[in-house]
């Protein structure tokens, strides 16, 4: 019986070591289509200093902050090793107020604001999902208030409804972070901590010049924008258009037509094709609307069609991969955005002096690094799905 036991023990030992190895690796994730993915990060319990990912490509930050502010490279921020053990020490909460939560940069967001807060020992105690609608956003906000977060990260829906909501949160002491844009008379330094955002101008300039390699430098295009007063997408919009009419005056514009919500691509893409039928390709302002071009395009007949847009989500890196209508993109890294935001959390927390706008530099991508951008993107492996189609 003794023997039985001491097998048994040494058994147990030998898995607990094999279990604390795995600890060390990176994490499985199974996801809905069957796919495994790893996280190429370490688990939270990870020491040293916090910093967005340094493989990140050098690129110039060509975009402005919202009132005109140059840019910081996402890729200076730090906390220090000493810094996250104070911050810790502090056993802070943070709220995550979205615009939307239903696509992949959205979650991407959140997945890398959480893993970091962890990292900093900060509680997450509310993520809101606001479905684009500024009414709601207000009532998330002090829904939230109630929780008494030391922190808010968000992003506003609209700039003028939601300013008064975000500015009680300043005035209450919480340290808010935005993303991509912030409201109307709310200052840096003082309301708020910084901005954060991926270089979208740039994004654009790359979808641009996608477009005009594909098109062999001549032709007609239509442009769908974000018809709204929201900073970033109009940024990508102003970069393709100048781009295409500075760089490649046999590219025209000949059509453009304004989207109020992401499932309106579909409605707009095709009243702009059943108008100009010998049009050879469109920008659409963001991945999900520019499904919705990909539809209205098959639907017209149209193959040999050139489609550029900005965000790697699923949907748009499958048809790149298998060089399809969608042609390329400029990729926003919204993982590393989010650590960024909490890396600027703890600025605003530990009182360290924060540029008022960061961004994260853009990235093309087209069928020849779609598998490797993914990767950069999310800190993860590509789906299966995307795997099996890539040429």
């Known amino acids: 019986m003794k ?20 600890g060390q690796k990176s994490t499985n994730i199974e996801k809905s289509d069957g796919q495994e993915k790893s996280k190429t990060e370490e688990t939270a319990a990870s020491s040293g200093p916090i910093t967005i990912n340094q493989e990140i490509p050098d690129q110039e ?20 090793e000493e810094e996250v053990q104070k911050i810790k020490e502090g056993k802070y909460k943070a709220a995550l107020v979205m615009h939307y939560a239903g696509n992949d940069w959205a979650t991407a967001q959140i997945d890398g604001l959480k893993a970091t807060f962890e990292k900093m020992g900060i509680e997450v105690v509310a993520v809101t ?9 207000v009532s998330d906000i002090e829904t939230v208030l109630a929780k008494k977060p030391d922190i808010i990260v968000g992003i506003p829906v609209d700039p003028v409804s939601t300013a008064s909501a975000f500015k009680k949160a300043a005035d209450a002491g919480v340290k808010v972070v935005f993303m991509d844009n912030k409201p109307n008379g709310l200052e840096a330094g ?5 901005v954060v955002s991926a270089d979208n101008y740039g994004n654009g300039v790359q979808a641009a010049e996608i477009m005009a390699e594909k098109l062999g430098g001549k032709g007609k295009i239509g442009v769908i924008y974000h018809d709204a007063d929201y900073f970033v997408t109009k940024q990508r919009t102003e970069a393709f258009e100048k781009t295409i009419k500075e760089k490649y005056p046999n590219i025209k514009i000949v059509e453009r037509g304004g989207i109020i919500g992401p499932n309106d691509g579909e409605k707009v893409a095709s009243g702009m094709l059943t108008k100009n039928r010998d049009l050879d390709g469109m920008f659409v302002v963001w991945d999900v609307p520019a499904e919705g071009a990909l539809a209205a395009t098959r639907t017209a007949g149209k193959k040999d ?7 790697l989500g699923t949907n748009v890196a499958l048809d790149i991969a298998s060089d399809g209508i969608i042609k390329g993109l400029g990729a926003q890294l919204p993982y590393d955005q989010g650590i960024s ?51």
Do not use: R
């Not at 023997?3 to 795995?22: D, E, Q, W």
């Not at 930050?61 to 220090?80: C, D, F, H, R, W």
């Open 129 to 137: 999902d606001a479905q684009f609608k500024a009414e709601k956003q």
């Open 341 to 391: 935001e909490a890396i600027l959390a703890g600025y605003g927390i530990l009182g360290k002096e924060a540029p008022a706008y960061v961004a994260v530099p853009a990235l093309q991508v087209t069928n020849k690094n779609v598998l490797d951008a993914w990767k950069l993107v999310y800190h993860q492996d590509a789906p299966k799905s995307i795997q099996s189609v890539a040429k």
């Open 190 to 194: 003082k309301d708020y901590v910084s």
């Open 305 to 311: 069609f050139v489609i550029t847009t900005i965000d």
């Open 61 to 80: 930050i060509l975009s402005k902050g919202p009132s005109g502010e140059a840019a910081v490279s996402a890729k200076t921020l730090q906390l220090t």
């Open 3 to 22: 023997k039985v036991l001491s097998i048994i023990t040494m058994i147990l030992f030998i898995t607990s070591i094999a279990l604390a190895g795995c």
